[in-house]
């Protein structure tokens, strides 16, 4: 199986080039906010309501910033995802896609204000994911609303 995956992932590396270049920006906060997408299908993000890209973020109920933080951590380990880097209220993970070996990135911001963790998720490559980030989102959001009981 791994010599197949192999094989996989060099045909997708060498028809990669067919696609547009990846949209891939280093991961991290512009002005204190995770950035917006950059009007790709394969992008959605929680900060930037005004976009069509746009999905809620995930709201914690009944659990502290600490708690939901943590939550988000063994979620992201549960789901599949590697944390790449973790600093004061900010987490960027990677979720690499079965069998063709493409990564999405996956970023975290927490807003205790608003008792929500903002969220962005994107394909590096590709005009469009047939909704797999989106999808992604909503089973973190299921996953967070089973936790606080709503």
Known sequence: M???????KTVTGI????WPEPSFATPGLVGERLRPCPGTPNCVCSEHSD?????????FREMSPDEAWKFLKEVIGTMGG???????????????????????????????????????S??????????VNRGRVEEFRRRFADRSGG
């Open 2 to 8: 791994d010599i197949i995956n192999d094989m996989l």
């Open 15 to 18: 028809t990669s080039g067919l």
């Open 51 to 59: 976009s069509p890209e746009w999905v809620e973020p995930l709201a």
């Open 82 to 120: 590697e944390v790449q880097n973790e600093e004061e209220g900010y987490l960027w993970s990677t979720f690499t896609v079965p069998v063709f070996g493409f990564v999405d990135d996956v970023e975290f911001r927490m807003d205790d204000a608003e008792a929500v963790i903002q969220v962005r």
């Open 122 to 131: 994107a394909s590096r490559l590709g005009f469009s994911d047939l909704g």
